[in-house]
């Protein structure tokens, strides 16, 4: 396990704390392990699509807002974006 | 390579008619089918779902499905959103079945049997689809059949006592001298009334379970003392037949749990007197009894006429007898081994079986420790 993957899970976990508080944790280790069949620590870059998809459909039971989604989403998109510039 | 169909008018009446056909099948399944969109949205709700919940199909389309078909659990305590059955399945992206009760338009609440699976287009989620029914007219005759079992039993129970008493009473004299016949006719009696009682136990029992009613209050208790008193109690049912019962104790954990004695007695009760009744005379019973550090396995076995092969996948089925003891043993209800597993399942027990025909059965269970 690198260190870097390891602090892209936190930064999941930091971005979706500021949406769900302290289920923030459990939340995406779940998501990550459910639907990536990975300890959350080996999270990728490579794996956040997908989990972008699963997130954006769990959320959308704990809450009607669209928006909140939306940004939400964005916010986790953001890293790829990040990740993408680094290996360029 | 396949090549590409051209849009011409033929290809679109095609489409057309997949469509007609997708939508016909859409509104013929005979259960309540709601579809949602990635935003929890109702974007579908098939005409068996808009009468049961009874909506109009324009008052549901587009709203949130959480917020516009509110759940309960079975005690009409609302579901928080993640305890949805349909969050559920997008949590942890597996079909989620499970009896739950919804909120009709009119304000009324029924129980529904709903299963949710996500809907996944080459692994993506785009939403969830729903199936659930009405079982409100399962789970009133559910109900309707344990009162009558309920009320049955304890009517049943009031004149045995009156019969039992007064039997033993004859039998002591209080009534002047018997004749050995006499005597012995009452003993029938006696042991009939007996066997009625154990019969409105089960029952009862089985009601308790059936309806969620069982009340487990663990205990710390000897298992080697409990299964003693047991095999005291059927001393005479298996010297009757000449049968050797025996009982040991073995593994490093402690020998005492944490668990119900009622219920640990019924099932041990159950399992000793099965393996004496289905032994043939001369026969060998033994109690094991292996504690272990995370639970404690109980193992009867017997020498008895074993299970057929082809029926032991039915043996905890409610009423079954297998065939091969039903015309030796005709005091069985075929409710005893149901008894027991529903009865162990309460305690966090499991229980399996080993069995050769003509040679004989070994029944194991265990119980855990921690609860």
């Known amino acids: 396990m690198s260190e870097d993957h390891a602090s892209l899970y936190q930064k999941v976990v930091r ?6 508080g302290p289920a923030a944790d459990r ?18 870059v490579g794996d956040l699509e997908k989990l972008i998809d699963w997130i954006r459909v769990a959320v959308s039971m704990l809450t009607e807002d669209t928006e909140i989604i939306e940004e939400y989403t964005t916010q986790l998109r953001r890293l790829i974006k990040v990740a993408d510039k680094h290996s360029s | 390579m396949a090549q590409k169909l051209p849009k011409t008018p033929a290809s679109n009446s095609s489409l057309q008619q997949h469509q007609a056909e997708t939508e016909a099948v859409f509104r013929s399944i005979a259960d309540g089918v709601i579809a949602t969109d990635e935003f929890g949205k109702i974007t579908r709700m098939n005409p068996v779902a808009l009468k049961i919940l009874g909506f109009k199909e324009d008052e549901v389309i587009g709203q949130w499905f959480p917020q516009k078909i509110v759940a309960f659990n079975n ?13 559920r399945a997008y949590l942890t992206g597996q079909p989620v079945q499970e009896k739950i009760c919804y909120r009709r338009a009119d304000g009324k609440i029924i129980p529904v049997q709903v299963s949710v699976s996500p809907i996944l287009l080459n692994g993506k989620p785009l939403g969830a689809i729903e199936i659930f029914r009405d079982i409100t007219l399962e789970e009133e005759v559910d109900r309707m059949k344990s009162e009558f079992i309920s009320l049955a039993s304890h009517q049943l129970r009031t004149p045995l006592s009156s019969v039992k008493t007064y039997s033993h009473m004859l039998i002591d004299g209080y009534m002047g001298e018997l004749t050995a016949a006499q005597r012995e006719s009452l003993q029938t009696i006696i042991s009939a009334t007996d066997r009625m009682n154990e019969l409105i136990s089960t029952l009862l029992n089985i009601t308790r379970i059936e309806s969620g009613a069982v009340q487990v209050s663990p205990r710390i208790l000897d298992s080697h003392k409990v299964a003693s008193d047991i095999m005291e109690e059927l001393a005479l049912q298996a010297n009757n037949k000449n049968i050797t019962v ?21 099932v041990l009760t159950n399992l000793l007197s099965n393996a004496i009744k289905y032994t043939p005379d001369d026969g060998k019973v033994s109690i094991i009894i292996e504690a272990r550090s995370k639970d404690m396995q109980f193992t009867v076995s017997d020498t008895g006429w074993g299970i057929p092969e082809y029926v032991q996948d039915q043996i905890f089925s409610k009423f079954f007898r297998a065939h091969n003891i039903a015309h030796r043993e005709t005091n069985g209800t075929g409710l005893g081994l149901y008894l027991v597993k529903g009865l162990l399942e309460e305690i966090g027990g499991k229980i399996w079986f080993t069995s050769d025909e003509h040679k004989g059965t070994s029944f194991h269970f265990t119980i855990p420790r921690s609860r």
């Open chain 1, 15 to 20: 971005i979706t704390n500021v949406y769900l």
């Open chain 1, 27 to 44: 939340f995406v280790t779940r998501q990550v392990q459910n639907h990536l069949h990975k300890p959350a620590e080996e999270l990728s």
């Open chain 2, 75 to 87: 005690d009409h305590k609302q579901l928080s959103l993640i305890d949805r059955p349909m969050a």
């Open chain 2, 246 to 266: 025996s009982l040991k104790s073995i593994g490093n954990g402690n020998p005492r749990i944490k668990t119900d004695r009622l219920i640990l007695k019924e």
